[in-house]
C-alpha cells in the first residue's frame, strides 16, 4: 500500500500509527538494506497528498539523505552531461493520461538555467568553461 491509500483509509488518524510510519520510513538499517536511491524516495514524496502528515513527509526526507549512502561509489573518472533540451520538462514517464503521468520531469541546469553556453548553431559547448561542468 502506498501513503495515499493508508491516508484514505484513515490510517493517520491515529497518532500513534503515524508515529509508527514515519519511524519505518526513517530507519537508517531498513533503508541501508532496502538498497532504494534517494530518487524513489524524492519520488513518493512528490506523490503525497496535502492531507499526508508532515512526520511522515519529514520521514521521507530524512530517508532520501539516509539513501545517498546506497548510492554506489563509481570507479575512475566521471563525467556528467546534461541534456537541456525541451524534451527534458517533459515527465519521466511520458504523458500516461489522468492520473498516471507521473510529476518527476527530467532535470535543467539549476545554476545555468537550463541554458547551453554555445552561441551559434552548431557550435559545441566547451565542458571545461560550462558553469555547470
Known amino acids: 500500500m502506498n501513503l495515499n491509500t493508508l491516508q ?7 497518532v500513534e500509527m503515524v508515529r509508527y510510519v514515519a519511524d519505518r520510513l526513517a530507519d537508517e538499517n531498513e533503508i541501508r538494506r532496502s538498497r532504494q536511491f534517494p530518487y524513489q524516495y524524492f519520488a513518493a514524496y512528490l506523490n503525497v497528498s496535502d492531507e499526508i502528515p508532515n512526520t511522515i513527509k519529514a520521514s521521507l526526507h530524512k530517508a532520501a539523505e539516509i539513501a545517498c549512502g546506497n548510492v554506489p561509489e563509481l570507479p575512475g573518472p566521471i563525467v556528467i552531461g546534461l541534456d537541456v533540451s525541451g524534451s527534458m520538462q517533459s515527465a519521466v514517464t511520458g504523458n500516461c493520461g489522468r492520473g498516471a503521468t507521473s510529476k518527476m520531469r527530467w532535470g535543467r541546469c539549476r545554476p545555468c538555467g537550463g541554458s547551453d553556453s554555445a552561441s551559434q548553431p552548431g557550435q559545441r559547448r566547451d565542458p571545461v568553461r560550462h558553469p555547470c561542468v
Do not use: A
Open 8 to 14: 484514505r483509509h484513515g490510517v493517520f488518524q491515529d
